[in-house]
Every structure is written in C-alpha cells, then in structure tokens.
C-alpha cells in the first residue's frame, strides 16, 4: 500500500486545493493531508480567514482524502515518517528553490519521494483574498 502526504493551510479552500489532492489521490492508495494549524498560520506571518477546525473539515469530507491531521510545525519529513509515508506532494510553485532542495535531499535519505504537482493558474487563495480586500474597499466606498 502506497501511503502519499501533502500538507497546507487549505484557507478559502478552491480549484487548485481540490486538483492537487485528485492528483495526489491518484498516485497513491491512501492520502493523508495535513492541514496547518491557525498558531502555524500565524508564527508565518499570516492569519488564515476560515478557522482552523473549519479548514480540516473541508479537507477531511474532500473525497480523495482518507484523512486529515493537523500540521502543527514545518518539519514535513518527521510527518511523513510518523504517518509511514512513501511519498510527499507539492505544489511546483516550491520546484527548484533553495528550500525544496535541501528537503528533497533528506527526503531521499530517508527513502520518501517528492512529486510536484502544477499550480494551478490563476487561482490562489492570496489573489482570493486580494479580490476580497478590494471588493470590501468598493463596497464601503459605495456606503459614504
């Protein structure tokens, strides 16, 4: 049995979410995703619009996962081996950087595969949530 991870924060969850999980769930027999816990979100900057309880029930009732865990640090490979992972899938917006490499590396050491998937363009939370903080902007203009 082929055991794959991916992990994210899965906040306003779309398009690109759900392609990289029919893809991940596609190549191996069960799919375990870690979804990031809120105090992570925020230790990297950042506040997640959906709550953390939220994003890992979205994530758990998707049908190509068979479970959702919480990512509770960055240390993906001590996931992957607690969980009996064989194989990690990321985003190929992480291809190539610096950060990746290295992971790759001690991922091989330990016998786990990195599989890229591609971005799906156009489609990010980020650019989500600008398109919100616009929309937002326009309709308290309309108000004054």
């Known amino acids: 049995m ?3 991870y991916t992990t994210g924060v899965y ?3 779309h398009i690109g979410h759900l392609n990289l999980l029919k893809n991940a769930k596609s190549m191996c027999d069960k799919l375990i995703v870690g979804v990031t816990v809120d105090e992570l979100v925020a230790y990297k900057g950042k506040k997640a619009l959906i709550p953390f309880e939220d994003r890992i ?3 758990r009732s998707c049908k190509y996962v068979d ?3 919480p990512q509770q640090d960055m240390d993906k490979l001590s996931a992957c081996k607690k969980l009996g992972a064989q194989v990690m899938f990321v985003g190929d917006d992480w291809y190539g950087t610096d950060k990746w490499k290295e992971y790759e590396r001690e991922f091989a050491v330990a016998g786990i595969q ?3 998937f591609p971005y799906t363009q156009g489609t990010s939370s980020t650019q989500i949530r600008k398109t ?3 929309m937002r902007e326009h309709s308290l203009e309309d108000v004054k």
């Open 67 to 69: 479970a959702a865990v």
């Open 57 to 59: 029930e979205i994530v």
């Open 132 to 134: 919100l903080d616009v």
């Open 11 to 13: 906040d306003l969850f």
């Open 114 to 116: 990195v599989i890229y």
């Open 2 to 4: 082929i055991i794959g």
